[in-house]
Structure formats: C-alpha cells, structure tokens
C-alpha cells in the first residue's frame, strides 16, 4: 500500500552544523506535505509546510525540499540547537479531505 | 488563542475497565482528528470528525473504541474494556477544514492499561 518512510531513524549532529531529515513517499497523488517536530512527552509541533506544486519553501532556519520526481521530501534546520533535539515527522496527505499519513519519525540528537 | 486541549494527560485503568479521552479544537476549528502513537512508532490515524458528524473511521477498530463530537462540548474517545495492547499515546488535531487543511495537535493523553 502507500506508505511514507524515513531513511535514517536516527541522526546524531553537533551544535551549530546544519541538519538533513529525509523522508520518501510513495503517493504519487499526494498533494501537501507537512513536517512536525515532537519533543519527548509531547504533542507534534507544527514545523513547515509545503504544497506539490512548490519545490523549496524556506521558514525561520528551516528549509523543506520537495522532489516529485523522485518522491522525496526533506528538511533542513540551519545551525542546528540542543532545542531542535526531537523526533521529526514528515506527513503526507493522502486523501481529498485531508487525511495525512505520517512516517515512523527521526530522532535527532544534537551534541555539544 | 489557545491551542488544541486534551485532558486528561495521563489515565491509567485497569483491564476491562472503560477509558474516555478528551479533546478541545483551537477556537475557529470545527475539524477534529483522533490518532493512536506505540512508542517508537509514528502516528496511526483512527477517526475523522466534525461536529455531530464521523467522516471516515476507517483507522479506528470496530469493537470497543468509538468517538464523537457533539454539538456542544469536546470531541470523546471512548475506549471500552480497555486491554494491555491499548496502552498508547492518542493525540488529537484539529483543523479549519479550509486551505490545505493543516493540523494542529493537543498534548496528547497517555493511556496505561494495568
């Protein structure tokens, strides 16, 4: 069936070097992309966002790529902090009401 | 503008005994959706609902687990007879149901079946 994954579950990134989180997805149809950050204990936090008809949208130290040909998302945090240590989730949706199907998530630990 | 509320945070009950999970949309959302996190694991979508409505429960199993969104007050999760296996995570998000559609998620309540 459809599925969104990530390739690394975990990744381990010294303070102030930059970040890559990778996520595949397999809908082809998929039309919105979304990534979350969860800390330990808490809800997923709404990071950026990114429509398929975009290719690269830049927030505050966060940059998410999207390549449809390939179906690949990832997410870019510049300068990364020991705030930024969390689980990464891309979502993808799925359906035309808005149903979003959510990878396994990354851990990312950010070392001094 | 508060955010998405669930309460409580943490429930613990026995086996065979029921759990209700609570959940309040952002102000202006009418959108609310239910999921289920195992540690380690991502996000399993169970129920989409707007008010008075269930849209698509097609992640939510049949027996024991049943949700609404009445009119007036939050979004329920109701699990009966809960088992060791429904020990979870469940977050809920809500949305506008406008634009693309983005969620935002509660803090979640953490259930421990004893």
């Known amino acids: 069936g459809e599925s969104v994954g990530l390739h690394l579950p975990t990744l381990s990134v010294q303070e102030g070097d930059n970040s890559i989180i990778n996520c595949a997805y397999s809908?082809?149809?998929?039309?919105?992309f979304i990534w979350y950050k969860q800390e330990s204990g808490k809800g997923p936090q709404f990071i950026i966002d990114i429509r398929s008809n975009m290719d690269k949208r830049q927030g505050q130290r966060v940059t998410v790529l999207l390549n449809k040909t390939v179906k690949h998302l990832s997410l870019q945090i510049a300068a990364t902090q020991p705030g930024d240590s969390a689980v990464y989730f891309c979502?993808?949706?799925?359906?035309?009401?808005?149903?979003?199907?959510f990878g396994a998530g990354t851990q990312v630990v950010v070392t001094p | 503008n508060a955010g998405v509320m669930q309460n409580p945070r943490h429930l613990v009950r026995r086996r065979g005994q029921e759990a209700r999970l609570r959940c309040s949309p952002m102000?202006?959302?009418?959108?609310v959706y239910w999921y289920r996190q195992l540690p380690e694991e991502g996000l399993k979508f169970m129920v989409y609902l707007q008010k008075e409505n269930i849209i698509d429960e097609s992640g939510m199993p049949k027996e024991r687990f049943s949700a609404e969104f009445p009119k007036e007050g939050p979004s329920i999760l109701r699990i009966q007879q809960v088992v060791r296996g429904d020990s979870a995570a469940y977050f809920c998000a809500s949305s506008t149901g406008q634009g693309n559609g983005e969620q935002y998620f509660g803090p979640g309540t953490r259930l421990t079946v004893t």
């Open positions: 809908n082809s149809a998929s039309d919105y």
């Open positions: 979502a993808e949706k799925s359906d035309s009401w808005g149903k979003f199907q």
């Open positions: 102000k202006g959302h009418s959108h």
